[in-house]
């Protein structure tokens, strides 16, 4: 089979066992849970300054072969930036690349003008230029930053990394890791395919790697005390690849979604993560060894395994508090959407596009939503491809699947919607300006699939 047909038979068996849609009920989804908290109530921060050098660099794999890859501060991934919450963030970035570039704040609700999105929020960097993001998180929670600018190489050659922002009340794990999942399509010769954007990736499901790595390892091990309280962050930064972790003989509880605590923690084997998509998952470490794996395509590609190491620790099996400072506006949901967005396969000039009511970017249209309030949008995918649809500047929640009511029990900022099927999301706008929205997939992304909202 190839890997299409693997992806249709996929999809297929998913929308009958309902394993691809997580957790959806047919219960009533009641309006996002109130609980409006803004910047002005978080505790007084410090200024936390970094700078980022986006260079060509050279990456040995582990076999010794070497990938010509883009990077920031010279390593796959960048460096993690940890911060607290109430913390100013100050990053500059140095652009010694052949091409422009620019950086988005994946999740973050920044101002409008630090979002990172070429033309729209601000001008390309240009090579030899640099360019000062600042901006004070509002939410606590995993998040991740990435070049904005021609993400189908940019993203592909290395040019992302995490961001966390921990919340200084909570009484944190014992241990807390992050595994930024990625793929690469390695040549025969071992070099790295330099045929972005190449024809078939982008008709299809954009461009599938061969060799995944974590944190740009392949199946990296972390040694772990056994008993210890560990959440593990997990970050699909691959441009198109979509995971499904299955840790073997452990229920680990997802406490995050997209950054944002969830309503209740539900297993963490059940989630798949479309490109952009994050969850922080939590257990105590057992005396044995786990054996992680992407189940998603039965590829059965090793994201990592958790090593029993060290004395055992007694630690308190509780999971952490929820997090505060998940703001959701007070609102209720309409039953008709708003709006309505189709993703569709285009022709332009010639030239397989990707389109959003069969408009590209820069012809998009601009939806306007209004600051406070929840709208409703309804995406529907009358493509064979999937599409992870990403929203910038605002949180959603996903109401209802194919006209069906559901509720996730959950936020996001990004949703796939398979082929065929239709995803109705309540958009929190609580951001001004205008913010992109587009697939995730950045093959499909930079052939056109993008679109404007204006919150104000
Ligand atoms: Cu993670 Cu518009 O992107
Ligand atoms: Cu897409």
Redesign the pocket.
């Known amino acids: 089979m190839t890997r299409r047909t693997v992806l249709v038979a996929l999809a297929l068996a998913l929308s009958i066992t309902g394993a691809g849609l997580l957790r959806w009920s047919l219960a009533e989804a009641g309006p996002p849970a109130p609980g409006v908290v803004g910047v002005e109530a978080l505790p007084d921060g410090a200024i936390r300054s970094f700078s980022l050098v986006a260079e060509p660099a050279s990456r040995t794999r582990p076999d010794g072969l070497e990938l010509d890859v883009w990077a920031y501060n010279g390593t796959v991934p960048g460096p993690e930036l940890r911060v607290d919450l109430g913390d100013t963030v100050v990053v500059e970035l140095a652009n010694r690349l052949p091409e422009p570039t620019t950086i988005?704040w994946?999740g973050v609700r920044v101002p409008n003008d630090m979002d990172g999105v070429p033309w729209l929020n601000q001008d390309p960097v240009e090579p030899g230029e640099s360019f000062t993001y600042e901006f004070r998180p509002p939410d606590a929670g995993t998040f991740w930053f990435?070049s904005?600018t021609r993400g189908a190489e940019q993203l592909e050659r290395g040019l992302y990394g995490s961001l966390v922002v921990e919340d200084p009340r909570e009484v944190g794990p014992d241990v807390d890791l992050t595994w930024m999942v990625d793929d690469w399509l390695v040549t025969d010769a071992g070099a790295l395919d330099v045929n972005f954007s190449a024809f078939h990736d982008v008709t299809h499901n954009g461009r599938w790697g061969n060799v995944v790595t974590t944190n740009g390892v392949v199946a990296p091990q972390a040694p772990i005390a056994p008993g210890s309280h560990v959440r593990l962050r997990i970050v699909n930064a691959s441009n198109a690849r979509v995971i499904a972790p299955i840790f073997d003989g452990l229920v680990p509880r997802v406490t995050s979604v997209d950054g944002l605590a969830v309503d209740d923690p539900f297993d963490g084997n059940e989630f798949v993560l479309a490109p952009?998509n994050r969850i922080d998952v939590e257990f105590v470490m057992p005396d044995s060894v786990v054996a992680v794996d992407d189940d998603f395509n039965g590829e059965g590609y090793r994201l990592g395994t958790l090593v029993p190491h060290g004395a055992r620790r007694s630690t308190d099996v509780s999971a952490a508090p929820p997090r505060p400072f998940v703001a959701m506006s007070d609102g209720s949901v309409a039953p008709d959407p708003d709006h309505v967005y189709t993703l569709d396969f285009l022709e332009v000039d010639g030239s397989p596009a990707w389109g959003m009511n069969e408009r590209t970017l820069p012809d998009a249209d601009t939806w306007m939503l209004e600051l406070g309030a929840i709208s409703t949008a309804r995406l529907v995918n009358r493509s064979q491809a999937i599409h992870p649809i990403?929203v910038?500047g605002q949180f959603f929640r996903v109401v209802a699947v194919d006209g069906i009511v559901v509720d996730e029990g959950f936020t996001r900022d990004t949703v796939l919607v398979w082929p065929g099927q239709s995803i109705d999301i309540a958009i929190d706008a609580t951001a001004p300006g205008t913010w992109?929205v587009?697939c995730?997939i950045q093959e499909h992304a930079d052939a056109g699939m993008a679109t404007l909202l204006d919150v104000g």
């Open positions: 988005h994946h990435h904005h952009g990403h910038h992109l587009h995730h």
